[in-house]
């Protein structure tokens, strides 16, 4: 499946069953985030072997709509299973290439796993309903309408680089398990775990052509992949910019997006302090804050502030800063342009007057853990996804202030809110424009059956394991007129 090219594996991509090498010839470096060196190369495919890998997925969808939900979920359960079993060899490669801690990328394979699963359970007891013609003034005892669910077609799964194989399944399961055929473009950098994850779907010996990778860079097939006739639903997860853009030429093709985020922890002047600290910590910095849910700011009563930022400052010097292998938290972002974003966000907040309480320290890509106090409203750390190790501090007078910073962010994705006043949490809950909010604890997606939800510009649609489903679905209503 794989071929050795100077000790480097060349990684095929997988179309109809089979692991193919491009006729492009062309194949795209991965660089590993931390080791600065290429630990593999990824098939930069063609329009046209696009063409064919929709073909297949089209033809092979068609069969496995036919087939019982029993049948269906057997081969999900059997490729949950191989999961368990690659677990090691994936999660080595997720931390080669994305710099997670093996731990974490552990923990992504079996969340994973699990999300399999889940997803496969609450297939078998998703139902349809039955409405009578006679409850409508006027209407008919004879007429039955049975609503029931059906697949889209072909579902183009698209997944960013920071959960390569969790965000990725979160697609293929639902649509698979809902009877459509899949091609999935995986992040570039990410390709080569999601292949691996691809590798334990083949082993479960899911039938020819329903699942598809390809592989190449987003801006030479993406917009290919994106208005192809061929698609019938795109679920995405990436960045706002690509997200947007995308949106824009999927014309009616019915869309997910997940998206970028700015998500506030908002501590107020009755909260626990240390707690919400150390929820802020965990919140702001796991996987260097490359987490679309990771608490990207903090909007703090004034009266506790000092206190607030002590703990803060203190619970980050204990954080470990270094190689993945060696289980740190605080690791080298994906690339040297992501750690050039975040040292702009930087510079530019310490600038215009903002002070760094710890932190502002970089070699190449590995930004060591950088806490801003005094932060203001014209800094653009306040309002700038840095997907990096970066903490912006913003004081305020009154929760009115608060909710008026947090709701005048682009983003809209969670926010959480520390307070031992459960009534004052949920009446500022309910002002805040965002899919979900956290009561006293850090902003995230788990457990994965919550729905998770963007607006503004953190997306459209709702994620989470049932909602996933139907919107990788459609209602079809069929009529009975009983005859008399
Ligand atoms: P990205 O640069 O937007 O890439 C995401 C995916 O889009 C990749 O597979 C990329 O492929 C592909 N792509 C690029 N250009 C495309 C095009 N023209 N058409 C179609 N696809 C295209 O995002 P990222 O850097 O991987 O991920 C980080 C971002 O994702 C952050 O903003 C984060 O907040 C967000 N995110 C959101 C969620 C959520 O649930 N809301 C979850 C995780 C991440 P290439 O890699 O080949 O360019
Ligand atoms: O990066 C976006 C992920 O959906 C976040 O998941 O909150 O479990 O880290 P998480």
Redesign the pocket.
């Known amino acids: 499946m794989t071929t050795t090219v100077s000790a480097l594996k060349t990684y095929e991509y997988y179309v109809n069953g089979e692991w193919k090498t491009s006729e492009s010839g062309q194949t795209i470096d991965i660089q590993s985030p931390y080791l600065y060196e290429t630990i593999g190369k990824v098939q930069a495919i063609t329009k046209t072997e696009v063409d064919e890998a929709i073909r297949f997925a089209q033809e092979a969808q068609q069969i496995w709509a036919e087939y019982s939900l029993q049948e269906r979920a057997s081969y999900l359960h059997k490729w949950a299973d191989e999961l368990i079993n690659m677990q090691d060899e994936i999660a080595e490669i997720i931390m080669k290439e994305v710099g997670k801690s093996l731990k974490d990328a552990k923990s992504e394979v079996v969340r994973t796993s699990d999300f399999i699963r889940y997803t496969v359970g609450e297939a078998l007891h998703m139902h349809g309903e039955s409405l009578r013609g006679d409850s409508f003034p006027g209407g008919s005892k004879s007429k039955i309408a049975i609503v029931d669910r059906v697949p889209l077609g072909v579902v183009l799964a ?6 390569p194989v969790n ?1 990725a399944a979160a697609k293929l399961a639902p649509a698979l398990i809902a009877g459509n055929g899949v091609i999935f ?6 390709a080569i775990s999601g292949i691996k994850m691809i590798e334990a779907l083949h082993k479960a010996g899911f039938p020819q052509g329903l699942v598809n990778i390809v592989t ?4 030479v097939i ?2 290919y ?2 208005e192809h006739e061929g698609i019938d639903m795109i679920s ?8 947007v ?2 949106a824009k030429k999927a014309g009616m093709i019915p869309l997910v997006l ?4 700015k998500d506030p922890g908002i501590v107020l002047e009755d909260a626990d302090v240390a707690e919400a600290a150390k929820q802020i910590i965990s919140g702001a910095f796991s996987y260097s804050g ?4 990771a608490i990207k700011r903090v909007l703090v009563h004034d009266s506790v502030a000092d206190e607030l930022v002590a703990l803060l400052k203190e619970e980050i010097a204990k954080l470990s800063v270094g190689s993945p292998e060696d289980g740190s938290v605080i690791v080298p972002l ?1 690339d040297e342009h992501s750690a050039d974003f975040v040292q702009g966000l930087i510079d530019d907040a310490v600038e215009k007057g903002a002070v760094t309480v710890i932190g502002n320290q970089r070699e190449r890509s590995l930004i060591y853990p950088t806490l801003l106090d005094h932060v203001t409203e014209d800094m653009k750390v306040a309002w700038e ?1 840095p ?1 990096g190790p970066v903490l912006p501090v913003i004081r305020i007078q009154s929760e009115q202030e608060a909710i008026r910073i947090a709701n005048a962010s682009e983003y809209g ?1 969670q926010a959480s809110i520390f307070t031992k006043d459960v009534n004052k949490a949920f009446a500022i809950a309910s002002k805040l424009e965002t899919g979900s909010v956290q009561i006293n604890g850090r902003t995230e ?1 788990g457990p994965d059956h919550f729905p ?1 939800i ?1 607006v503004k510009k ?2 459209i649609g709702v ?1 989470g394991i049932r909602k996933s489903i139907e919107s990788m679905t459609r209602e079809k209503v069929t009529i009975l007129n009983i005859l008399s």
Request: glycine share 22%; net charge positive; charged share 15%.
């Open positions: 698209i997944s960013p680089f920071n959960y965000l473009k995986p992040a570039t950098q990410g190449g860079r987003g801006s993406g917009d992949l994106v995405f997860t990436g960045g706002t910019n690509t997200g853009s995308l997940e998206l970028g985020g490359q987490r679309c849910t994906i996804e997907f994705l997606r998770f963007g953190s997306g994620q």
